[in-house]
């Protein structure tokens, strides 16, 4: 703040001093208070801002509480297998030597992955890390990661949530923008910085440019098969009924909506899959145990 202060004490606008600390306001965040600046609406700005921030930190907060158990139980149920693959199978299996015939394929198995992550173990775990590190990098450059990001897009469930995501971004922030006066071409144009996917982003880039030669927002919006057929009904019907904003305001919403009731879907479905999961592995487990005692008290 005292940065900022300075800025301001200048002469410079204020975005100029949020432009000093870009960790802590994002781009769209210092377009929009630029924009603001320059039509004399910042106080509008400045609040509707606000609002988006605090309702996007609001579903921000309920997905991370959402999925504070998944994650715990991920976490409690690797550590608990590698305990009974690394320190209690190998213990257990010793009572195998002598058996004079052959132990079942599951049994093999699991003494086979037991010793493997008694001797690699710590291996593989440095190998992931090492991987997941160079990935990070890897993806950093803009041709990997415009790649990866088509590729999200074009999952089924996945990808039309992302899509979703954004575009109640968009929609939010460029009602923000029109309603403070912001002229079209200008609101699109920091509207577009909302949008994570770069291939979406990419066609609302493009569609400021259809906007500029005399298309209709809607038409320019629905070039693309990635935008989703709601938001190009509501812009046409909002065009024709001269309220846009409060129709773009009911795609955010609307887009929001969906968005949090799939991750809620989502997140319930995940606590039992996972408790499932680690039951299965359990039980494969104590199934490769006993099969060779099974075998043996036949041959007695």
Sequence with gaps: MLGIRSRILEGRPLADGMALFPQVFPEVYRATVGAGEQT??????????????????RIAKRVRLAMVYPAVLSVVALAALGFLITYVVPEVVKVFD?????????TRWLIATSGFAR????????AV???IL????????????HALHALLARLPL????????DMARFSRMLAIMLGSSVDMLDALHIASKSVGLLPLRAHVEATV?????????SRALGASPLTPPLLVHLCASGE?????????????????????NSLALALSLLEPLLILLMGAMVLAIVIAILLPIFEMNRLV
């Excluded at 001797?119 to 440095?126: E, N, P, Q």
């Excluded at 160079?134 to 803009?142: D, H, S, T, Y």
């Design 158 to 165: 996945v990808g039309r949530l992302l899509v979703e995501n």
């Design 134 to 145: 160079g990935v990070r990098a890897w993806l950093k450059r803009p041709g990997p990661r």
């Design 209 to 217: 440019e259809s906007v500029r030669e005399g298309a209709a927002l």
């Design 98 to 106: 002598n058996v004079q015939h052959e132990l079942p394929l599951l």
């Design 240 to 260: 024709a009924g001269g309220n846009l904003i409060e129709m773009l305001d009911t795609a955010a919403e609307a887009f929001e909506y969906k968005v949090q």
């Design 119 to 126: 001797h690699y173990g710590l291996v593989v775990v440095a």
């Design 40 to 57: 004399r609406h910042l106080p509008l700005v400045l609040k509707r801002l606000a609002d988006f921030v605090e309702a996007r930190d």
């Design 129 to 131: 890390l090492l991987a």
